[in-house]
Every structure is written in C-alpha cells, then in structure tokens.
C-alpha cells in the first residue's frame, strides 16, 4: 500500500474531457500482485478524451458515451490494459518494472529518472489542462514541492509569480527561466495555449539547472510541446466553457450606512471632548458638525435621512433616533465593479505520422471574462511541429506557433481607481450616483445614464477616494493591449562514426504589443479635457546552439558527455506618447486629441555568449555521476567582468539495484542522491530601463531647456558590477 501511495503523488496525469453519456459504469483497479487497490490509476474511455483518476479505495465511476464500450486504465509502474466496460468491474494490473526507467525532459536533452541526480518534477501536460486555466504558470499551483505559484492579479491572461525553492536573489528578478522546446523564452508566457503542452519540468537543483548557467538561479521550467505520433490520423475538437467569480467572500467591513455614522459620531465626539475640551457637550458639538460640508464632518450631500445631520444621533445613546427614515439606499459597489465573467475555449488538433515524418498542429480561440466588469483576455493561437528523418543519418524538426492576444483590463492596474482595494475601503453611506436634494438620481446628460458620484459635491472632496468612481472608470475610461507573438525554430540533428551526433539549432522570438489607455473627459483628474496615451513595443529574440554528443557502453560502464556553443541576442524597443483635450469620450485614436503632451522612444540591445559541456558516467546502473561547467560572457559587465563560471557535480546510488537488495521484495525503486552546484544571476533591477542592459555606463538623458537640447545626469554606473552567484548542495532520495 506504501508503494501505492508514493507512486500516486509522483504521476498524477490524464486527459480528462466531457462527452454526451449514455452508459454509466463503476469498477475497481487492483494490483495483481499483493491485491491491493491502485490509487490514482488512469482510466479513459477510448476513443474519446473523457476518463478520470482512481480514488484512495482504487475505485472509478464513467459515463460512457453512445457507442464506446472500451477503458484503457494506465498507471506508472504497471502496464497497461484495455478491457470492455461493464458496471461492478473489477480491472488487475501487472506490475512492470520498466516503466521505472521513464524518460525526463532535462536541459538539452532527456534522461532516465534513475539516471538523473538531480531534482525535477515533470508534469503530464494532459493532467495539466483539466485544470482549465488560461495560461499555464497556474497549472504548477499545488503540483511541484517547493514551488510556490502567486495569482497577484485578477485580470484573465495575467502570469502568476512563480518562485522555486524561495528567492533566489536579493536585489534581482527572482523568476524562473522558462525553456520551450529547448529555446530560453522571453515573450508573453501567456501566448502558450496550455492544450499544446506535452509536458512540463521544473528544475529545482543545481546539477539540473546548472547547464543554463548566468539564467538558472531562480530554478527552470522546461515546457516541451505536442508531437505527431506514427500511425494513424488523428482529429481532435475541444470546447470548454467555465465561469469567473468571487467564490472566496471578502472580510467583513461595515456593510449600514446607520452604523458607519454612529461612529463617524463617535469618532467627533472623542475629538471634541479630548483635544478641545468640550466635556458633557462634545456629544452635541458632534452632532451639530457632523454633516457640516466637510470642516469636520461628511458632505451634506450624503445626509441620505429625512432630518438634518443635527437631528440623526441621540448623544445620550450614540444611536440613531427612533422613526428616521432613508430617502434612498446608497448602492451596493460590488454589484458595478464586479460580476461573474464566462469563459469559452476551443481547440482544433490534427497530428499523425509514418516512418519519416511526423507533424501536430493546433489552432484554438479562447476568451476569458474576468470578474472585475469589462475586463477580459481573447488569444488566436496556431501552432505547427514538425519532424522528419531526412536520410537515415540526418534528422530535422521545427517548432512554429502565433499568437494574437488582446487585454482588456480597465482599473486594475491603477491603485487608486482599482475595484478590488475601492470596495474594502468605500464607507457604505457613498453611493454610486449622484443625488439630488431629495435623494432620486441624477441623470446625465453627457454620457446618458445616471451621474457617476467621483465624491467632489461643490468641490469638496469626500474623505476617503475623492475624485474617484471605480465604477465610472470601468464604464468610461479604456485600456487595451494587443499583441502578436510568433515563436519558430528549426534543428538538424546528424549521426556519424556510431557513436557521435552533432545538433543545430537556430530560433527567433518576436512580440509585439500596442497598449491604448484612454482617460474619459467627464469626470475623475481629467475632466474637461480627456487624454489618449499610447505605447508601442516590441521584442525580437534570437538564439542559435551547436552542439556535439557522444555515448558509449563499456561491459558494465556506460559514459555520454557533449559540448557545445550558444549565442543569444536580445533587443527590446518602444513609443509611447499622450494627447489631449479629447473630443470623443469612447475614440482611442490620437486623431480625437489635440493637445500634444509629450513623446518618447528607446531601443536597448543585450547579448550573451556561452560555451559549455556535460559529463555522466553510470556504473552498472548502480552509480551515477554528473558533471557540468558552463562559461557565460554578458554583455551587461564591462570587459573585466563579462565572463562567469558556473556549474555542477552530481551523484545517485541506486540501492535497489545493489545484489544486497534482491531477497527485498516490498521495495521496488530507492535512490540516494547529493548535488553540488554554482548559478549566476544577471537580471538587473536598477529602477531604470536604459540601466538594466548597460549599467557600467555612466547614461544622460536629453531634455529640453527653452527649445534646446540640454544634458542632464541620469545614472551612475559601475563598471565593477558583475555576477550574482549562488552556491547550493542538495540531498535527498528517490523511491
């Protein structure tokens, strides 16, 4: 049962989907060897993608749908077995030693879990995706020990904060390197449409992470892609449809506009006794100052009783007096900011393959509302993999995929016009619209429905948020970001003298985003006049490896070692700009404005040169040792200090395979491992742009002075920065 229990929580995977049922069944998968129940067995429905995971007694309960009367039930460390379905089955495995010598994806490569000496988890990407979420850094919350996934964002599309085993820097990014089909990435992880992933690896150790040198500190995570398999043609449609809300409620705040002026009183009379000495009468200066127009009190204007302000609390009780009633209920913020947004997704997958070439491609649609209103993320996504045996020497493969991705996300970004902090710290008694004299809404004229309330009243502003209406923002003011992604590689991998496989491999990255935020000229700081501020920005990314391999087995020793040269080369361009004095409140074109505010633009360039190789030795599949050094050359440290070592040393003692260890019949698979390693860190957070890519420079911006170009210091630089290291030494056991 023990060895149930640790293979459940180290392969958790299956595609899971949903089909019209027409037959339900239920049954039991049990090891044939000891008869114990297997928990977290893969049951599926063949021919379709719908299936579920076993439960802690090994028990399964399906729909089939019309026409499909055949399970295939799978589980790592036993082999497979396709079955007819019928209710009250009962589903023997037979255990399969092999399946412990399965393949993981690691740096520049692939190995065998027994082989590996470092520490990494590798994620099935169709387990991954019954997750539902729309991007995938979320799909590794509470699937890796030791990683720790932050949704810091409601905004659907965002990228959660991913950090592996704590911070990784004092001063500079702490996220991890994200490696896609074997290209570091540097673009919106969001244009990854999570049913195209295959797998995903998150390297946690410094012998595993240690190859990528300079950009491995904060740990790697390795996404492989889908691939065609040889045989037939395979069509696959998927819809998804889900729902965005608050299920989670909110802490409690004061929810009457009664109680909220009881001790707004309270608070004036404490005042009026304490630090102006009033004494028995504090309680009816309080209630004469209360609704005052703002000296010490609220605004008049949101005295929302039948009485004046003077006449609401009894000062010998501190409670409102009996018979007051409201002439209006102010309304609920929650109900103007938030809502429950629904989410449609699609995708359309033909893969196949024969003995030379094999391909995948993929198009889905996916749109995303928010629960903050009006927020939303829409991404096109298309992707082509293909791979071939050119001659039976020479083998090519490439990677292609596009995105389009378009963000609507108004207020969140902004702090002070933010919903989700507004609705926390708004006192009930502030509505959303405007009032009159006796409490009905006002309408307005300019935009047609109801007059936002921004809190001003006769140019006084309310004591909490003055000048700000999330609620107007979200229906007003517009920001929206669109962008194009496009990610492509292509590799040639030759075989020669038997033992000898030299691979190239060239890739490029582009993104491409325009972001127009439009602030509406009716209300809030830019009444009257409106502004349009547009920014433009792109990224291109290219990266080229050589890499030259060699394996061989000796009787009972086995050594593969490589080396290998790596450049990339990074440059990051913008516009940005503002207008105002707008003439239309909903036109986000700069035609609509006819006050130039101010422009600018930049273009930053970096690059990094690598050499580096690997060593791995095995004996007798019993002991194993890894080696790694990598040189990095930055183009961020000045001469002196561009080039840093890094690398790692690593061993595993695979126990079980010792002859001590065959009479020991209840333990399979144990493994002891120790790893040393040193990683670099050359992200940068200075506070300035322009310093992060050359921060041994001394940089001056340009400004002007009365129609002149002028000079002016911007930041010193330091041309002894160098390399952030980071030593660590791991142990730990497989089993």
């Not at 089939?64 to 036993?78: C, S």
């Not at 609704?291 to 039948?306: K, L, P, S, T, V």
């Not at 496989?501 to 491409?512: A, D, I």
């Amino acid at each position: 049962m023990e060895k149930r229990l640790t293979m459940f929580f180290a392969c958790l995977f299956l595609s899971v989907g949903m089909a019209l049922a027409q037959t339900k069944v239920t049954g039991t998968v049990i090891s044939q060897e000891d008869g114990q129940p297997i928990i977290g067995a893969a049951v599926k429905v063949v021919g379709t993608s719908q299936g579920m995971l076993t439960d802690v007694n090994g028990r399964f309960s399906l729909t089939l749908p019309a026409g499909k009367t055949d399970l295939q039930v799978t589980y790592l460390g036993y082999e497979g077995k396709t079955v007819k379905a019928k209710n009250g089955m009962r589903i023997f495995l037979q255990s399969d030693a092999k399946a412990l010598d399965d393949v993981l994806v690691v740096a520049y490569g692939k190995t065998s879990k027994q082989a590996f000496t470092g520490s990494a988890t590798q994620l099935d990407g169709e387990a991954m995706s019954m997750k539902n979420t729309s991007e995938i850094t979320k799909t590794l919350q509470g699937e890796v020990a030791g990683v720790q996934v932050f949704n810091t964002s409601g905004q659907p599309g965002s990228n959660a904060t991913v950090l592996i085993r704590g911070l990784g820097s004092i001063n500079s990014s702490s996220a991890p390197l994200y490696v896609v089909d074997g290209m570091p990435f540097s673009g919106d992880i969001s244009g990854l449409n999570p049913g195209d992933i295959e797998s995903m690896t998150v390297l946690k150790g410094p012998s595993a992470t240690s190859l990528y040198g300079s950009r491995a500190a904060n740990g790697v995570i390795l996404v492989t892609t889908k691939s065609g398999k040889r045989g037939e043609l395979k069509i696959e449609a998927e819809i998804k449809a889900g729902a965005n809300a608050r299920w989670i409620p909110q802490y409690n705040t004061i929810k009457s506009p009664e109680r909220f002026t009881e001790l707004t009183w309270e608070g004036m009379k404490n005042m009026f006794r304490d630090v102006y000495g009033f004494g028995d009468q504090a309680g009816l200066y309080a209630n004469a100052y209360l609704f005052d127009g703002g000296r010490y009190g609220i605004d008049n204007m949101y005295n929302m009783w039948d009485v004046d302000g003077d006449q609401l609390i009894d000062p010998e009780t501190g409670s409102f007096y009996e018979g007051i009633n409201r002439k209006y209920t102010p309304e609920n913020w929650d109900d103007h900011i938030f809502r429950t947004g629904l989410k449609l997704e699609s995708d359309v997958k033909i893969s196949g393959g024969n003995d030379r070439i094999n391909f995948f491609t993929s198009l889905g649609f996916l749109k995303d509302e928010g629960y903050y209103l009006k927020s939303d993320f829409k991404r096109f996504n298309a992707r082509a993999n293909v791979s071939a045996e050119l001659t039976s020497w020479l083998r090519s493969a490439m990677h292609m995929s596009y995105s389009n991705m378009t963000y609507n996300q108004p207020g969140q970004e902004d702090i002070s016009n933010n919903g989700f902090q507004f609705v926390n710290y708004m006192p009930p008694l502030f509505p959303v619209y405007e009032r009159d004299a006796e409490g009905n809404l006002i309408e307005d004229t300019r935009v047609g429905g109801w007059r936002y309330d921004y809190g001003m009243g006769l140019g006084y502003g309310r004591a909490y948020a003055s000048g700000i209406n999330p609620a107007g923002a979200i229906k007003l003011d517009k920001n929206k970001t669109r962008s194009h992604q496009f990610i492509g590689d292509l590799s040639l991998e030759a075989r020669f003298l038997k033992d000898f496989k030299f691979t190239v491999n060239l890739g490029m990255q582009y993104l491409g985003s325009n972001n127009d935020d439009l602030t509406n000229p009716y209300y809030g700081d830019a009444e009257g006049i409106g502004r349009i501020e547009k920014t433009s920005s792109s990224m291109i990314s290219v990266q080229s490896t050589q890499m030259l391999s060699w394996g061989k087995q000796f009787g009972k020793h086995a050594l593969d070692a490589f080396i290998a040269h790596e450049s990339s080369w990074y440059q990051y361009q913008y516009m940005t700009g503002q207008k105002s004095n707008i003439l239309r409140g909903d036109n986000l074109e700069w035609s609509n404005a006819v006050i130039m505010g101010y422009m600018d633009s930049d273009k930053y360039k970096r690059s990094l040169e690598s050499f580096f190789g690997q060593l791995n030795y095995n004996y007798d599949q019993r002991y194993y040792f890894t080696a790694a050094l990598r040189f990095d050359g930055s183009s961020r440290f000045s001469s002196g200090n561009k080039w840093g070592t890094f690398g790692s040393l690593g061993f595993g003692w695979v126990i079980t395979n010792e002859k001590f260890m065959k009479n020991v019949k209840w333990l399979k698979f144990l493994k002891l491992k120790a790893d040393w390693g040193l990683l670099g860190n050359q992200s940068l957070s200075t506070g300035s742009s322009a310093a992060n890519y050359y921060p041994y420079y001394d940089l001056f911006a340009i400004s002007n002075m009365n129609d002149n170009p002028s000079v002016q210091f911007y930041y010193k630089g330091n041309n002894k920065l160098t390399w952030e290291k980071t030593s660590s030494f791991n142990f730990g056991y497989d089993a």
